[in-house]
């Protein structure tokens, strides 16, 4: 029998983490429409593992799980970019939604509310969070690799061989973005920062997120739109 021993590294280390690309496609596929097709994120996720693994050393004090869970991130965000399945419908509510909060915002200088995002667009608050709703998953490609970057805080931005794998321009810009969103997200609403910290920090689903909040599952799911939609609107504004 083939033993576990006589495995090279390489193939150990991709056994041995492949239960991380399951947990990391889960995990994302609770913003998705149910048109994604999980297995081809899975299949994604193991290449983005696959690269991990052959990129890996282990004597630069960092940890393989962080770096490879910044590589299946990455390779399922280019399988979602790759595969143009959000409607133009959701694309145009994004940037309805974001200049309604640019424009309602720049007036009152506080946090655009539901009501008044509602009122900015003259519909009503429930049909706004459908439209929320609707917009699930869309920020795959505009703010997602954003907000994955962010996922691992500024370990990410810090993490030596992670460093290594960019240009000179690309380590300056990739400071330079972690800065500008640390500084976007530090400005949202409690409730928004909460959700963030919750989904992207301690990678709790959104029914466990309801259930530290105190709120519906598709409330959480509303807030968690409406935050990234917000986060769009101060890039695009700046």
């Known amino acids: 029998m083939y033993s576990q021993r006589n495995k090279d590294p390489l193939h150990r280390l ?6 991380l690309v399951a947990r990391i496609v889960h ?17 994604a996720g193991m290449e983005g593992l696959l690269d991990a693994a052959k990129r890996f050393k282990d004597d630069k004090g960092a940890s393989f799980k962080t770096f490879a869970s910044i590589r299946i991130r990455g390779a399922i965000l280019d399988e979602m970019r790759r595969g143009d399945w959000c409607p133009r419908s959701v694309h ?8 309604a909060m640019r424009r309602v915002e720049g007036r009152t200088g506080t946090s655009s509310t539901d009501t008044e995002i509602a009122g ?52 300056a810009e990739h400071q330079s973005l972690m800065s500008e969103l640390a500084e976007i997200i530090s400005l949202l609403p409690e409730k928004e920062q909460l959700v963030l910290s919750l989904y992207y920090s301690d990678e709790l689903n959104l029914r466990e997120i309801g259930e530290v909040m105190g709120v ?18 101060k890039i695009e504004s700046k």
């Open 120 to 171: 900015e667009l003259d519909i009503s608050v429930d049909k706004y969070h459908s439209m929320l709703k609707d917009l699930r998953g869309s920020q795959l490609y505009s703010l997602d690799s954003y907000l994955e970057n962010h996922e691992e805080g500024l370990e990410a931005a810090n993490f030596p061989l992670y460093q290594q794998s960019l240009s000179p321009d690309q380590q």
């Open 92 to 99: 145009r509510n994004t940037r309805e939604i974001a200049g």
């Open 216 to 233: 519906s599952e598709s409330r959480v799911s509303q807030i968690h739109s409406q935050a990234a939609a917000r986060i769009r609107s």
């Open 27 to 43: 995990h994302m596929m609770a913003r998705l429409p149910a048109s994604v097709c999980a297995d081809d994120l899975y299949q």
């Open 14 to 19: 991709v056994e041995e983490h492949s239960e």
